[in-house]
T-cell receptor, first 115, second 115 residues
Framework: GDSVTQMEGPVTLSEEAFLTINCTYT??????LFWYVQYPGEGLQLLLK?????DKGSNKGFEATYRKETTSFHLEKGSVQVSDSAVYFC??????????????FGTGTRLTIIP | NAGVTQTPKFQVLKTGQSMTLQCAQD?????MSWYRQDPGMGLRLIHY???????DQGEVPNGYNVSRSTTEDFPLRLLSAAPSQTSVYFC??????????????FGNGTRLTVT
């Protein structure tokens, strides 16, 4: 079945460090890919998305490129801030033969940024 | 603009008790859904609705009921609580249920403990 594998956390970085959170996927068909972020005490919110191969999603200084050849969608940011401390979820969606969307989430990666 | 509102924030139940988790959205979204979030397992879909009067099962529906009598509200009922239902529950909504087209908006969650 469809699945998403994220790097294990927690990840702790110093402010202004470079961030990579790895995400790989397995899917039948042509999924759309997403990164969601969950700040403490809140629900998830969409950070960025890419709907086809070689698309780059970007938002708030974060970027991720849809790589079909390596089935990956790694999240990167050049210089992290304390306010980026959160849990990050990679997700994929597939449209079934019945026309419904199936959205599959990874297990989440907790990121802590130290001043 | 409230978005997706969930109540209560926290709840403790004894095994066998029943309760309803409330979810309301003020964005006139057709699609609403319930997820549970468990450590190391990401988010899993419990039930969803594509419009008033229409509901369907997700990945883990057993032990839960839903109804959708209005566009705004989508309550989740636990009929006879079990310790395995200890989790954080999230309600989410979107315009059309297709994440590549309209993002999911999440509530802030309900943390449920069943003893």
């Amino acid at each position: 079945g469809d699945s998403v594998t994220q790097m294990e956390g927690p990840v702790t970085l110093s402010e202004e460090a470079f961030l990579t959170i790895n995400c790989t996927y397995t899917a039948t068909g042509y999924p759309s890919l997403f990164w969601y972020v969950q700040y403490p005490g809140e629900g998830l919110q969409l950070l960025l998305k890419a709907t086809k191969a070689d698309d780059k999603g970007s938002n708030k200084g974060f970027e991720a490129t849809y790589r079909k050849e390596t089935t990956s969608f790694h999240l990167e940011k050049g210089s992290v801030q304390v306010s980026d401390s959160a849990v990050y979820f990679c997700a994929l969606s597939i449209i079934s033969n019945f026309g419904n969307e199936k959205l599959t989430f990874g297990t989440g990666t907790r990121l802590t940024i130290i001043p | 603009n409230a978005g997706v509102t969930q109540t209560p924030k926290f709840q403790v139940l004894k095994t066998g008790q029943s309760m309803t988790l409330q979810c309301a959205q003020d964005m006139n979204h057709e699609y609403m859904s319930w997820y549970r979030q468990d450590p190391g397992m990401g988010l899993r879909l419990i039930h969803y609705s594509v419009g008033a009067g229409i509901t369907d099962q997700g990945e883990v529906p057993n032990g839960y009921n839903v109804s959708r009598s209005t566009t705004e509200d989508f309550p989740l009922r636990l009929l006879s609580a079990a310790p395995s239902q200890t989790s954080v529950y999230f309600c989410a909504s979107s315009q059309d249920g297709y994440s590549y087209n309209s993002p999911l908006h999440f509530g802030n969650g309900t943390r449920l403990t069943v003893t």
